[in-house]
């Protein structure tokens, strides 16, 4: 059974930085894509990026020369380096995993369950 676990969330002022990450078990996943979406209160979740298992990246646009994505297999690990951060970041981060089948066929996402981010104005 995979399981996701976020870590690195918490407080930080307006300019800050964070470095999220999401330790991955329970299955392989250097052939699947990894990612973060994020859910601030009263608005729907969002993606914010991914990374497939090519290493290839894509970011929302709020976030594009402020975050950074990256993995390391080894680790089963995905991260999310927030820098310049902004209030309207805040939200609860989740990590999420897929299996990447080729010719843009995927199978459903595994979740974990969010780590909170809060930035101060």
């Known amino acids: 059974q995979v399981q996701l676990v976020e870590s690195g969330g918490g407080f930080v002022q307006a300019g800050g930085s964070l470095r999220l990450s999401c330790a991955a078990s329970g299955g392989i996943f250097s052939t699947n894509e990894m990612g973060w979406y994020r859910q601030a209160p009263g608005k729907a979740r969002e993606l914010v990026a991914f990374i497939g298992s090519g290493g290839g990246t894509n970011y929302a646009d709020s976030v594009k020369g402020r975050f950074t994505i990256s993995r390391d297999n080894a680790k089963n690990t995905v991260y999310l380096q927030m820098n310049s951060l902004k209030s309207e970041d805040t939200a609860v981060y989740y990590c999420?995993?897929?299996?990447?089948?080729?010719?843009?066929?995927?199978?459903?996402?595994?979740w974990g369950k969010g780590t909170l981010v809060t930035i101060s104005s």
């Open positions: 999420y995993t897929r299996t990447e089948y080729g010719n843009n066929v995927y199978g459903l996402r595994d």
